[in-house]
T-cell receptor, first 111, second 115 residues
Framework: KQEVTQIPAALSVPEGENLVLNCSFTDSAIYNLQWFRQDPGKGLTSLLLIQSSQREQTSGRLNASLDKSSGRSTLYIAASQPGDSATYLCAAKTSYDKVIFGPGTSLSVIP | EAGVVQSPRYKIIEKKQPVAFWCNPISGHNTLYWYRQNLGQGPELLIRYENEEAVDDSQLPKDRFSAERLKGVDSTLKIQPAELGDSAVYLC?????????????FGPGTRLTVT
């Protein structure tokens, strides 16, 4: 059974700092891994989708990497801004077509 | 292009009452998902539709939950009767048929409070 964990559960950084969020999954047979952002009281906004054949995806200040062999994905945020404050969730789409979410990392960027 | 639409946004009901949530996916998306998200946790899948067929409802508590997607477009999720433990955010998502992507797009959710 696929399990997805995210470390740390919460993170507070000063504005301008580069940071890395971690996502781990137990079953390396995934189809893709997707990173989402969730603002308080809102739905999820897709940030990046990495296919199983890819190693990384980039969008603006965000870069997500995928290492299936080690069961890990990272989301790198460059030059963090207060507007980046939100909860970040990763989700793994498994070989049996289920999507398993991690519990999220709550990020606070302090001005 | 309109995103995934959900209604209502908030619902407060007493336990043992019925409640229904509605979702209209992005036009052309044939896969529709219902998730439940408890506070401080990631979403958990309740049911997934491919067109009008429920292809994965293994996590749906079928004694009190039901769902339908009659014409393969919009969908309704119902709880009857509601219990205190059903308080959560119910999220709907949709995606394209799998062509190597299947990126999910989420609606704003319905926050249910059962008193």
């Amino acid at each position: 059974k696929q399990e997805v964990t995210q470390i740390p559960a919460a993170l507070s950084v000063p504005e301008g700092e580069n940071l890395v969020l971690n996502c781990s999954f137990t079953d390396s047979a995934i189809y893709n891994l997707q990173w989402f952002r969730q603002d308080p009281g809102k739905g999820l906004t897709s940030l990046l989708l990495i296919q199983s054949s890819q190693r990384e995806q980039t969008s603006g200040r965000l870069n997500a990497s995928l290492d299936k062999s080690s069961g890990r994905s990272t989301l790198y945020i460059a030059a963090s801004q207060p507007g980046d404050s939100a909860t970040y969730l990763c989700a793994a789409k498994t070989s049996y077509d289920k999507v398993i979410f991690g519990p999220g990392t709550s990020l606070s960027v302090i001005p | 292009e309109a995103g995934v639409v959900q209604s209502p946004r908030y619902k407060i009901i007493e336990k043992k009452q019925p409640v229904a949530f509605w979702c209209n996916p992005i036009s052309g998306h044939n896969t529709l998902y219902w998730y439940r998200q408890n506070l401080g946790q990631g979403p958990e899948l309740l049911i997934r539709y491919e067109n009008e067929e429920a292809v994965d409802d293994s996590q749906l508590p079928k004694d009190r939950f039901s769902a339908e997607r009659l014409k393969g477009v919009d969908s309704t999720l119902k709880i009857q009767p509601a219990e205190l433990g059903d308080s959560a955010v119910y999220l709907c998502a949709s995606s394209f048929p799998w062509t190597g992507g299947h990126e999910q797009y989420f609606g704003p959710g319905t926050r249910l409070t059962v008193t």
